[in-house]
């Protein structure tokens, strides 16, 4: 299986001088190739968001840089029970956080309530972060390791010359580490870790999809990056398979069936047309985040669960996936 998406294979600047979208950035690589500058001020995002998931708990860490507020927030899930535990700081003008302007071009901090540094070492990334929550102090150090030869979805969404985002995905990546609560360690020796890297300048008002999954299928590692929604004619997708660290990409949009009224029963996502993607999703949590503040909505409704069904490489290859532990979410923002 072919896409009709041009694949980038030589490093490249986002933007130009000016701040821009380079026509030349616009596309997909395997490994992460772009620079992303982005000169001057006004609908600006930059974010770094972690999820790192056990067969008992999910911890995500997000950093975010939106030109007048930072935010940094934690969220801790333990499958089993349903409980969960969060955490959010805002800082005007994001005093107090850093995201570098790169993958890879330094460290990711924050101060404040929510502390938090992510940086590269020679394993992978490690994750350190650190606040207090209603059960006690929480903290985590974590490395998500990357593979020799591994590979991830990063592609450009042209939306127009000055509205476009540059987002790096990454799936099944080896992760370990001990997250700490109220005194108590949780183990988080045998987890998988998930890195959406976002850079660009938004329009007001959007919604995504967007989905992901980890683990063993059919005698594969496989790694699940599905989205939808904020993609559509652009004539571009952020969709990917990673089996065995190799990066299948799909050009198609997704068909994701689900009932907002009713995130907990089961959704799906497929190719129409083709067998590439047929995917069922079976929450067993709803992390529902919504606030209202006039100029500002975030309306995000994120559900865990497991993928059933089967989806088809770019070698041909059609591999069953039963059980296979993730998280689809339905996002509506003005930012």
Request: charged share 20%.
């Amino acid at each position: 299986m072919s896409t009709h998406e041009n694949e980038l294979t030589e490093p490249v600047a986002l933007c130009t001088p000016e701040g821009r979208l380079n026509p030349e950035a616009v596309g997909w690589s395997r490994t992460p190739l772009h620079t992303t500058a982005l000169p001057g001020w006004g609908r600006t995002k930059r974010w770094e968001y972690w999820l790192v998931s056990t067969p008992t708990h999910s911890i995500a860490l997000t950093v975010a840089d939106i030109d007048y507020l930072g935010l940094t927030s934690v969220y801790l899930l333990e499958h089993d029970s349903g409980r969960d535990l969060a955490r959010t700081a805002l800082r005007p003008l994001a005093h107090g956080v850093r995201v570098p302007r790169s993958l890879g071009s330094g460290p990711v901090t924050a101060l404040g309530p929510v502390r938090a540094r992510v940086h590269d070492t020679a394993e992978g990334t490690r994750l350190r972060f650190s606040c207090t929550t209603s059960e006690g102090p929480l903290s985590a150090d974590l490395t998500v390791t990357l593979p020799p030869g591994h590979q991830s979805m990063n592609v450009v969404i042209p939306w127009s010359s000055t509205r476009f985002q540059y987002t790096s995905k990454h799936t099944a990546r080896p992760a370990h580490g001990t997250v700490r609560l109220a005194g108590q360690d949780i183990d988080f020796t045998d987890a998988w870790g998930v890195l959406d890297h976002g850079r660009g300048r938004w329009p007001y008002e959007t919604t995504w999809n967007w989905g992901a999954g980890a683990g063993r299928a059919d005698g594969h590692t496989l790694g699940l990056q599905l989205g939808g929604k904020w993609t559509e004619g652009t004539g571009l997708t952020e969709n990917a398979l990673c089996v065995d660290g190799h990066l299948t990409k799909i050009g198609q949009e997704l068909r994701w069936d689900y009932d907002r009224a009713a995130p907990l029963r089961p959704w799906r996502m497929h190719t129409p047309g083709s067998a590439q993607v047929d995917l069922t999703f079976t929450p067993f949590h709803e992390r529902a985040d919504r606030a209202d503040v006039g100029l500002v909505l975030n309306d995000t409704t994120q559900c865990f669960g497991h993928y059933e069904g089967t989806v088809v490489t770019d070698r041909g290859r059609t591999i069953a996936v039963h059980a296979l532990p993730g998280f689809a979410e339905h996002v509506h923002m003005r930012w």
